[in-house]
């Protein structure tokens, strides 16, 4: 749900490992450019229930919620897709306060793009000063 930079790539990476994916997103454009990335595409509002029922997101194992600036689409979305029944819905956070409200409503992981990559990286740096030592 949600095609920004962080959504594209966990689709692309996910459909070229050879997994079903649906993307949704209200930009025309970025849905269209993404149909060759992905087994279905979807222009919808992903906060609006009635759209989440009629492209059957009950029947997915795993839902990512990647919508990030609009925190009030990010929390219905994942409510919407919890009530729906997705067992695992992952969602990218912006902030403390957004994590907060996605613990709050059953979020199964809640992901901070940036943050969760930098301590990767810190964690490499060291490994390797270890491996060097
Ligand atoms: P990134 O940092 O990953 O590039 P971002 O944090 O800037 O992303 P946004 O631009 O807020 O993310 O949103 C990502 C995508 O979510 C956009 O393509 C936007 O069109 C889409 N989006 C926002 N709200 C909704 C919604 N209610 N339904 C469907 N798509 C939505």
């Not at 492209?55 to 609009?70: C, H, P, Q, S, T």
């Not at 994942?78 to 067992?87: D, H, I, N």
Request: net charge neutral; hydrophobic share 40%; charged share 30%.
């Amino acid at each position: 749900m949600g095609l920004g930079r962080f959504g594209r790539s966990i689709c692309k990476e996910l459909y070229h490992l050879g997994h079903e994916v649906l993307v949704v997103d209200m930009n025309e454009d970025k849905v269209n450019y993404m149909s060759d990335y992905c087994t279905h595409a979807a222009i919808a509002n992903a906060s609006d229930e009635k759209a989440l029922k009629s492209l059957g997101v009950r029947n997915f194992d795993y839902a990512i919620v990647a919508i990030g600036d609009n925190i009030q689409a990010s929390i219905l979305c994942t409510l919407l897709l919890k009530e729906l029944g997705v067992k695992e819905v992952w969602v990218k956070a912006r902030d403390t306060k957004h994590q907060k409200v996605l613990e709050k409503i059953g979020a199964d992981r809640i992901i901070h793009p940036e943050k969760d990559m930098g301590v990767r990286i810190a964690r490499q740096l060291n490994s390797n000063r270890v491996i060097d030592f």
